[in-house]
């Protein structure tokens, strides 16, 4: 293996350096952004309870109102009465919560979980975090207790009807999850998202406000639905956009402050342009690039205060919405590339420092490594169907090269005419080692997002949003999280006869029958086909009571002010329906790979070659294999998803095809929503394995399930290639009801070494762009650099690994989640 | 062969079809490793090519041992594996020299006992190298022949690249040059890329080394030089502790290629990668344990780029772009 770690990949190198102490060869031409990193690295994070303590004051004071005017009136309280934040070196003012690295808590959602929260989050095994003993009091005594029983989450738990209950939660307060039609609605108030920036740096809030005065000034004085509930919309709107420049002018007052005491001249002078700019955005539009950031930024920062996105609110497309005041200033002689890209980076420090809380057990497993997705979008095309691509694009992409963080998650987009400068940048980038950006391919998001009902221009000015979704920020709407769903547990529940080992004789699926009496492979299809069904069905159900209770739970009268449909017909962007927007849900498949190579091996060894019989296997998977050594590497070597093999190929997608034909059957006419079949996990394969006993796969108790849409660990063995043919063959293209797919490839760095690798890196992706396939993300790392870290996590701190759709450090995730990285195929090509 | 049998029919021994291979030719590649080769090159890192018939291969680290498994035993219609020492099989490679079905090997749920080589027909193994054609298509990669020395089997090597060229799949092919004149010269015209190893220049040490003189190597490398001008030629060089690493010999070939002025040079670190598989046939490891001097080898590129300038490949890892 020599040959393979001579090459080391450049962030590899930089680690090395590192740990040799050398100084980074980035720190000097970013000086001020290591300043500001090296404050709080390494530090564990801390909660923050100041937004959950005014907002529950607030709360206290409103009840009998409508919603979204108490929402707006308790972000004005917080706004009036967060600590406000100046950090030394910074750039760009606004933040959620105290310096370093913090997190901030929304018990309007899991409130209910609080208690034991604070107890349990200081030492819990995966992304643990601090709290003082005084806030930890405050959180018991005055914020957890008034939720109680108000909470989502308590009332989804009390409303799902008893057949879906039992597949969603193991305990009657649904504290604990079956992993099984598992829901992700109570921690987070909606599915990921992405704010119009470019509307709020046009225009500003004051702007928006004078809309929402207008509006309201023409009310007819006698309707019921425009005096019961556009007014109080409109009331809310204006009261938040008046909170927002509230809480920016305080910024304002007490950067002028500090630069009246400050000794050095140029950082005064700093300080004095802050304050202005605090001034004037984010209610007045922006007229120059500093002001561009700083209007962006705070209406990101504040836009987390108002409520918890699914993974944290994206930012767009930077590269676009920025343009005009990046080009404007370098005509004008008054920012520099090196200066622009120091203002960029003083907003990726504060992503780096906010963390995205996961106070509930579940919500932890699910987002390992405090992971967040605040997809930064660049490339792809014009609203009118050009390449996008521009210098700003380009310097982002050289900024991801050389911010030593993994913030923010970047994501460029990718179409059939993307200039080849821009490919090889995009290449380049990867190959740092990093995983950035993440692609996403137009080839496939704008026509299916066409055939769901928007026009060309809306969907061609999509913006990538959270781990692989796609917004369009004006025409489609909100939804709560979906389920994600553990299909290897159908498995286990055909060869069960309805049962899981875990939860003993209780009847969780159907009673299909007893394998053993089945006589051909169509009985076992069958079979699996109705365990399939009822967790579509259980997976629905629930959706449908999550989307009725949403409205009753949540507002978002800022997040609704920046929308054009909430605007133009004044309701909530939370409300159920929005006339005219398209409402795109999902629903997870968890384990494809585990799923597809289970059946392989049934089918062919069971049932075609009859090298085993249908006792003997349950036998072998009731032992876990253990003593039955021979059955399982027999079973090991069916054919397998992720090796462009027919056999494999066609069953998995005749697993799809059951959830995109329920998906057309009951989303949109049944359930109201799009809800479609996605095949993203986050981290959560490796929770949703540890429930799911041995598989015919040759997968042993408890072991992670298969990743989004990658093969199963190692199960790989033909090359890259291949996992991108599988596939591509494993969808469906003639349907519609289907979303992103997540796949992970990774490269050691002798397979893309020099411009030829370089070369061979973009054809790559250009085959990829062809098939019209999802996304794709690249991991460029040696195995051996993930076993030295794991023995000595000091030493790699900033190793940054990609998985399940975003970056995290990898000794930040548990031995766990390092161990699944490890084992997946490595792609050397020697 | 018979002249009826068309291309697409055709049969030859495969021991290994590999995709995403981007380190034989240009763009993204799928290699079709052909059996048999006229040299016993020591250092040689695929031992499993050398013979033309199959060969039975016994990997111990798959194995799951004879008291979990046992099958092995059972299929053996010879009565030829036994329990060994450390409950592994033991094959007695003698009395299983002549079995053709390799009972065996069917019967090993793990792949530890595996058989390298099989009968395919072109068809079988185009329809193979056409899964990737979507990867071929963006990075003008495509097909590379290897081995073993992929011209032995002349008729099978020949209808490949005709079918192939057939099917707009651009070929390429790596070979040690060790065939008969003529094969080179019927197989040229299909090709887009020739990868051709130049191992020595001295025919007696060639011979000592590899089992064969070079002069027939040489010989051949110059018709594909002189008489097909188009046809680009990367001569590639494995670099071989005791054999070939010293001065002497790697400007001797460098000045060889020189004044063949299309010519590409590389040169190939020896490695170690190949050990495995000797073990795995129950072999002797030729080359035992010795590595390459990667200072030396560094020395000897600079040596070659010193005659041959930019013709000379090397590996580098591209510096950030500041």
Redesign the interface.
């Known amino acids: 293996m020599t040959q393979v770690c001579e090459c080391r990949s450049p962030q590899e190198q930089r680690l090395q350096d590192k740990i040799e102490g050398k100084e980074d060869k980035f720190r000097k031409s970013h000086s001020r952004v290591f300043k500001l990193l090296e404050r709080f690295e390494g530090q564990k994070p801390r909660i923050d309870i100041e937004r959950a303590l005014y907002f529950t004051e607030s709360m206290k004071e409103t009840e009998g109102q409508p919603l979204v005017l108490r929402w707006a009136k308790a972000l004005m309280h917080v706004a009036k009465n967060i600590t406000v934040t100046v950090q030394d070196d910074q750039l760009l003012l606004g933040r959620a919560g105290c310096d370093g690295r913090y997190g901030i808590l929304y018990p309007e959602l899991d409130g209910d979980f609080l208690d034991i929260a604070v107890r349990d989050l200081p030492t819990r095994a995966t992304s643990p975090a601090t709290i003082t003993p005084e806030d930890a009091k405050r959180v018991v005594e005055e914020i957890a207790p008034y939720w109680k029983g108000k909470t989502f989450h308590e009332d989804l738990n009390r409303s799902l009807p008893p057949d879906v209950h039992k597949l969603t939660y193991d305990d009657p307060e649904g504290l604990i999850s079956r992993f099984i039609v598992n829901e992700t609605a109570s921690f987070r108030s909606s599915i990921q998202w992405v704010h119009d920036y470019g509307k709020i740096l046009r225009r500003g809030f004051n702007d928006i406000k004078r809309e929402a005065e207008e509006k309201l000034a023409a009310l007819d004085p006698m309707s019921c639905k425009d005096n019961c509930e556009k007014r109080p919309f409109l009331e809310a709107v204006i009261i938040v956009s008046e909170a927002i420049v509230l809480w920016a002018k305080r910024h304002a007052v007490m950067a002028r402050a500090m630069a009246q005491v400050e000794q050095d001249p140029v950082r005064k002078a700093e300080l004095l342009r802050m304050a202005d700019n605090a001034d004037r955005v984010p209610g007045e539009p922006a007229r120059d690039f500093w002001e561009a950031c700083q209007s962006q930024w705070f209406t990101q920062m504040f836009s987390r205060m108002e409520q918890k996105t699914g993974t944290t609110i994206s930012n767009g497309r930077m590269d676009q919405y920025f343009y005009p005041y990046y080009l404007a200033d370098k005509k004008a002689g008054k920012i520099n590339d090196a200066q622009a890209m120091e203002l960029l980076e003083c907003m990726w420090v504060g992503m780096a420092e906010f963390i995205d809380m996961y106070i509930s057990p579940t919500g932890g497993a699910f987002n390992e490594g405090y992971a967040h997705w605040e997809a930064v979008t660049v490339g792809g095309q014009t609203p009118d169907g050009r390449d996008a691509s521009n210098e700003l694009t380009y310097l982002i992409l050289k900024s991801k090269r050389e911010f030593p963080l993994h913030y923010p998650d970047l994501a460029a987009r990718i179409h059939s005419r993307a200039p080849e400068r821009y490919l090889w940048d995009v290449a380049e980038t990867i190959k740092y080692g990093s995983g950035f950006p993440k692609l996403i391919n137009d080839e496939e998001v704008v026509p299916l997002y066409v055939s769901k009902g928007a026009t060309f221009e809306e969907a061609l000015d999509y913006a990538v949003s959270g781990c692989t979704e796609a917004r369009m920020p004006n025409r489609d709407t909100y939804t709560s999280g979906g389920a994600y769903i553990n299909f290897a547990a159908a498995v286990e529940m055909v060869l069960r006869n309805g049962r899981m080992k875990k939860y003993g004789d209780q009847v969780l699926g159907v009673e299909t029958g007893d394998p053993r009496s089945f006589k051909t492979w169509e009985e076992f299809w069958e079979a699996y086909k109705t365990q399939h069904l009822l967790f579509l069905k259980t997976a629905f159900h629930q959706q449908y009571i999550i989307n009725k209770l949403r409205a009753q739970h949540f507002a978002q009268p800022m997040g609704s002010a920046m929308h054009d449909l909430c605007m133009k017909h004044c309701i909530d962007l939370h409300q159920e329906q929005i006339p005219e927007g398209i409402n795109f849900g999902y629903f997870e498949y968890m384990g494809l790979g585990t799923v597809v190579d289970s059946l392989c091996a049934v089918k062919k060894f069971v049932f075609e070659e009859k090298k085993i019989t249908m006792d003997k296997l349950i036998e072998a998977i009731d032992a876990n294999f253990e003593g039955y050594d021979d059955i399982k590497a027999l079973l090991k070597s069916a054919p397998c998803y992720g090796n462009n093999d027919p056999y494999a190929d066609a069953i998995g997608k005749e697993i799809d095809k059951i959830s995109v034909e329920f998906g057309g059957k009951y989303s949109m006419h049944d359930l109201g929503i799009h809800n479609d079949v996605r095949y993203v996990p986050f981290t959560s394969h490796v929770p949703f394995g540890k429930v799911v006993s041995a598989t015919p796969n040759g997968r042993t108790d408890g072991f992670p399930l298969s990743d989004g849409s990658s093969a199963s660990h190692g199960a790989d063995v033909n090359g890259p290639t291949a996992v991108l043919l599988s596939n591509y063959n494993t969808k469906n293209m003639g349907m519609r009801d289907r979303a992103a797919r997540m796949l992970n490839i990774k490269f050691t760095p002798k397979c893309v070494e020099g411009d030829e690798g370089t070369e061979k890196l973009v054809s790559f992706i250009r085959t990829f762009c062809d098939l019209k396939l999802w996304h794709v993300q690249f991991n460029v790392l040696n195995k051996e650099t993930l076993l030295k870290a794991q023995k000595d996590p000091n030493k790699y701190r900033n190793l940054i690994v990609r998985i399940a759709g975003y970056s995290a450090y990898f000794v930040d995730l548990s031995p766990d989640l390092q161990n699944d990285l490890i084992a997946r195929t490595e792609h050397e090509a020697l | 062969m018979s002249q009826e049998c068309p291309d697409s029919q055709q049969k030859g021994m495969v021991f290994n079809i590999?995709?995403?291979?981007?380190?034989d030719g240009p763009?993204?590649r799928t290699i079709v490793f052909l059996k048999g080769c006229a040299l016993r090159c020591r250092w040689c890192s695929n031992p499993e090519s050398q013979l033309a018939e199959p060969d039975l291969a016994f990997n111990a680290g798959?194995c799951?041992?004879v008291s979990?498994?046992g099958?092995c035993i059972v299929a053996c219609p010879y009565g030829a594996i036994r329990l060994g020492d450390s409950d592994l099989p033991v094959i007695d490679r003698k009395a299983c020299a002549d079995c053709q079905d390799k009972a065996c090997a069917s019967a090993c749920?793990?792949?530890g006992l595996l058989v390298y080589g099989k009968m395919r027909s072109v068809d079988d193994v185009l329809s193979v190298v056409e899964?990737?054609m979507?990867?071929y298509?963006?990075?003008?990669?495509g097909l590379t022949l290897s081995g073993g020395e992929p011209l032995l089997q002349k008729d099978f090597a020949l209808a490949l690249l005709r079918e192939a060229h057939e099917r707009h799949i651009r070929c390429a092919i790596e070979t040690c040059g060790m065939v008969p004149e003529a094969t080179v010269r019927a197989a040229a015209p299909y090709l887009r890329q020739v990868l051709f190893d130049i191992k020595h220049l001295d025919p007696a040490v060639h011979k000592a080394q590899t089992g064969m003189s070079n002069e027939r190597i040489l010989a051949n490398f110059r018709i594909l030089a002189e008489e097909f001008p188009d046809l680009p030629i990367l001569a590639r060089t494995p670099v071989i502790p005791g054999f070939n690493d010293n001065a002497k010999t790697i400007k001797a070939i460098a000045e060889f290629l020189q004044p063949f002025s299309r010519v590409e040079y590389e040169m190939l670190?020896y490695?170690r990668?190949g050990t495995q598989k000797y073990l795995f046939l129950d072999r002797q490891v030729p080359m035992g344990d010795v590595q390459l001097n990667q200072k030396k080898m560094r020395i000897l590129r600079d040596l070659a780029q010193s005659v041959l300038g930019a013709r000379l490949h090397r590996?580098?890892?591209?510096t950030?772009?500041?």
Request: with cysteine.
């Open positions: 590999q995709k995403f291979s981007v380190h763009g993204i798959r799951l041992g979990k498994c099958h749920p793990a792949q899964q990737d979507a990867f298509v963006r990075s003008r990669g670190p490695h990668l590996p580098k890892e591209k950030k772009k500041a």
